[in-house]
């Protein structure tokens, strides 16, 4: 066996790697990198799951960050239980055949619940009177207190919204990868696991805020670079093997795509005023989008209209593809969990969960960081309204009314797509863009274009000694 340390890169690609990753060269120089034709769709959660089962959404069920639930009639996005990917996860494998190993997961997701013998993941607490605490789950439980002792509390704020990935008065741009990265550290000095798996989502705020050609992404890729370099240093010093790991890639877009608007305009959508805000009823709509990045589900509640909707998104400027069921089939994307039609954005473009026609009428969740609330992904989360004048003052207002005890609602976030510059879920016509994995250089069975299953054999083979 041998001990291992995956460091997951969010949206590290070849294109990036240049003048700023001094680290990253040097590791590459001295190991093999392949190129991973990526995962569809190529995002966080059905990406990860992929890398650790070896299979494909149609069969671990992970068809993106979230998707429609048909029982529930609900949209369910960014779920934290192991126990909704099928399969058989890389650690049961590997110990399977070696008893005595171990694993830690750092952050990677589907954290709560799983089989590895130690992880932590983000999760907020949220007492009955409306508050919202941020922070950890840990398993087991003994370890949450003690490793908060010892790093401080988790940066939650600069995770995700308009505080991560920029320096601020309260954390610098790169805190969260920082503390993950030293909270992996002391995973190993504690537990020493076998395999240690390591998520560092710096890289991906801004090349999503900013756009992949943005100069700001040096001083980003110069960051990640210095916070990777000392983790390849310290796993040396324990007689750990570092393996770099990515994703997905991200790509430039400047084309917002609004599915459900086009849907409600045909008189598809249902939506339900409460408080003079308009809602989404997905349960009572004849068709509606799920939209994850470049990739949307559409869901057809009424059968008879497949072939309409289809022809519909087949003749929008900005859609590239639309599959039905034999297309998903061929990509590996054929599950209930998937929508009845899938659409795959341009290069340049992307999709929003938007569907109300004034931003008067939009929910007040929209103008806030929700991501579990919202039917779709929303990327306009990462920005402060810019039309809102002195917004930090008014930030600082609702933190102080919070700490007083007060209910408040933090509606910072603008509700304009086009802020948006980078994306990702479909596959990047430039392999450039698409993610890599780099290895040491103990075998050269590792090719130079491998597909996202096939991350799992080479890891596999890396803790077994035969990469």
């Known amino acids: 066996m041998t001990r291992t340390a995956v460091i997951n890169v969010v949206g590290l690609s070849e294109s990036l790697l240049g003048p700023h990753t001094p680290r990253i060269n040097a590791f590459r120089a001295t190991g093999v990198l392949s190129r991973i034709e990526p995962a569809f769709p190529a995002v966080t959660c059905a990406a990860q799951s992929t890398y650790l089962t070896g299979l494909t959404p149609a069969q671990h069920g992970i068809v993106g960050n979230g998707w429609y639930n048909r029982e529930l009639a609900e949209v369910q996005f960014w ?5 909704i990917v099928a399969g058989k996860k890389i650690w049961e494998t590997l110990r399977e055949t070696n008893p005595g190993f171990t694993c830690a997961k750092m952050f ?3 954290n709560m619940y799983s089989s590895a013998d130690w992880s932590v993941t983000p999760c907020p607490m949220y007492p009955a009177d409306g508050r919202k605490f941020f922070d950890i789950y840990a398993w087991p439980y003994s370890i949450r207190e003690g490793i908060k002792r010892e790093l401080g509390e988790f940066p939650f704020p600069a995770f995700w919204g308009p505080a991560a ?3 601020s008065s309260r954390f610098a741009a790169d805190a969260v990868s920082k503390w993950i990265a030293e909270s992996a550290k002391w995973m190993e000095r504690k537990f020493a696991p076998t395999l240690n798996l390591i998520y560092l989502p710096h890289l991906d705020y801004n090349l999503q805020r900013l756009g992949p050609g943005h100069p700001m992404i040096a001083s980003d890729l110069k960051r990640i670079d210095a916070i990777i370099g000392d983790l390849i240093d310290f796993f040396a010093q324990q007689s750990v093997e570092v393996v770099l790991l990515s994703e997905y ?34 349960g009572a709509s004849r068709v509606f989008a799920v939209a994850d990045h470049q990739v949307a589900h559409v869901y057809v509640n009424d059968g008879a209209l497949e072939s ?14 639309v599959w039905g069921a034999a297309e998903k089939k061929v990509h590996g994307l054929d599950h209930p969990r998937a929508g009845d039609l899938i659409a795959v954005a341009d290069e340049r473009a992307w999709f929003t969960y938007y569907y109300w026609l004034d931003d008067k009428c939009a929910p007040d969740f929209a103008r806030t960081v929700d991501i579990h609330r919202k ?52 596959r990047p016509a430039n392999p450039q863009e698409w993610p890599v994995l780099i290895a040491p250089r103990s075998n050269v069975s590792l090719r130079p274009a491998i597909h996202a299953t096939e991350v799992f054999g080479a890891l596999r083979a890396k803790v077994s000694g035969q990469l």
């Open 79 to 83: 779920k934290q239980s192991n126990h």
């Open 165 to 167: 990935g920029v320096d």
């Open 375 to 426: 039917p779709g992904y929303d990327p306009v989360e990462l920005f402060l309204d810019p039309k809102i004048p002195l917004v930090k003052a008014k930030i600082a207002w609702r933190l102080l009314q919070k700490k007083l005890g007060f209910r408040m609602l933090m509606d910072v976030i603008p509700l304009d797509a086009s802020l948006v510059k980078g994306s990702h879920g479909r």
């Open 108 to 110: 990677w997701w589907y």
């Open 308 to 321: 309409e909707v289809r022809s519909l998104l087949e003749n929008q400027t900005g859609i590239a593809e």
């Open 249 to 282: 890639g991200i790509s430039a877009v400047d084309t917002p795509m609004h599915l459900n608007r086009l849907f409600r305009e045909r008189g598809w959508l249902t939506i339900k005023e409460e408080r003079g805000l308009e809602l989404l009823d997905c």
